[in-house]
């Protein structure tokens, strides 16, 4: 399975106050959105399609990263 592997990966705090998670492919951040406390937002969409877009490759890794 392609993962979209980035060059970069991204940390950020979870919603426990000072811990915090780091991923590093489209596959990871996709399964973090599915968890993600806040559902349906134009911004979340935007970064689900773009995870989406890399696992069908039909965009690069970075373009997920971007989100």
Known sequence: M??????????????TLGVYRTISSAAEAARVLLEWPVDGGAAWQKA????LAV???EA????????
């Open 2 to 15: 392609k993962t979209g592997r980035w060059s970069e990966p991204v940390t950020f705090e979870t919603l």
């Open 48 to 51: 689900h399609a773009a995870c």
């Open 55 to 57: 696992l069908a490759n």
């Open 60 to 67: 690069e890794p970075e373009t997920s990263r971007r989100g």
